[in-house]
């Protein structure tokens, strides 16, 4: 895998970034103890996602969808932020325009600090009634109803503010992320598989605006033979790298 060198040509163009936008997924909170998706010992490799995170699956068994998103609500509130989440607190200083686009729903970027996070699949703090949209804390709904998803007023069930396979992204949290990935000069696509989409779309849309695009994950992706730098390592040794910096921390 590649060296954690950053060549001078990527770091003069990370020095002349004007407008820098991180992309991040399930592999920034690995090194916080929370299990990916996809890869060894990921979620789906141990479960079914067609029966956990799907309208269909809620529909046909409410308290089972409940009961899994009360476990991860517990991890990722167990869990504590890591260095790669603070390093892109810095990273927000650094540049005239950033963007943190996550597809992460576990809060660990606000946690350890990040502002104006892009949540592009939703989040795990917040519980949303299926009928009418009303909102209130996960924590506090899980408390309330542990088994199954507590009643709204309405007659609808409380379910996690994530966003489900099959299900639409927020438009407008879409639409600013693309616009931000469409005008950037800088993209640092940072623990994802980059295989779900229209999340992944974004680093296309980096590339084509003539982006340096530069992947930090130990394994390859789809896009990595199309990046400007592969840093092969995990995110808390090689993201704390300063882009103004030679050689990556760590
Ligand atoms: N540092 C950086 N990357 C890591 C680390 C680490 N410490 N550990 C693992 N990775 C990489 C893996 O090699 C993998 O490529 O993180 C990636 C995680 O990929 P996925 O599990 O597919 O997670 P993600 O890309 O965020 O998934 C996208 O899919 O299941 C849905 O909605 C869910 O948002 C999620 C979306």
């Keep these: ?11 003069e163009r990370c020095r002349s970034a004007r407008r820098a936008v991180v992309f991040s ?7 916080s103890g929370l299990d990916t998706f996809r ?22 068994d409410p308290g089972k969808v409940w009961r899994w998103y009360a476990w991860r609500w ?19 200083t650094l540049f005239p325009a950033f963007h943190l686009i996550t597809q992460n729903v576990d809060g660990l970027h606000a946690r350890a600090g990040s502002r104006g996070v ?6 795990l703090l917040t519980a949303r009634c299926h009928r009418c949209g009303r909102q209130r804390d996960m924590g506090e709904a899980i408390a309330a109803s542990p088994e199954k998803p507590p009643a709204c007023d309405c007659g609808g069930l409380f379910r996690p503010a994530v966003v489900w396979f099959g299900e639409n992204l927020d438009p407008e949290v879409l ?10 000069d800088l993209f640092l696509s940072v623990g994802t598989s980059s295989t779900v989409y229209p999340a992944a779309g974004l680093i296309e849309l980096a590339q084509r605006a003539g982006a ?20 092969g390592a995990p995110a808390g040794v090689a993201v704390p790298f300063s882009p103004r910096r030679s050689r990556a921390a760590g």
């Design 1 to 11: 895998m590649e060296t954690l060198e950053i060549p001078e040509p990527i770091r």
């Design 39 to 60: 890869g060894a010992g990921g979620l789906w490799e141990r479960m079914r996602p067609e029966e956990l995170a799907t309208p269909e699956a809620f529909r046909a």
């Design 74 to 92: 517990k991890t990722a509130a167990g869990a504590q932020p890591n260095p790669a989440h603070y390093a892109l607190v810095r990273w927000e």
């Design 118 to 123: 892009l949540e592009l699949h939703g989040t």
């Design 25 to 31: 997924g399930a592999g920034v909170s690995r090194e």
């Design 175 to 184: 639409s600013q992320a693309q616009e931000e990935a469409a005008r950037c």
């Design 212 to 231: 340096c695009v530069i992947e930090v994950n130990p394994e390859p992706t789809p896009f990595s033979r199309r990046m400007d730098l592969c840093l």
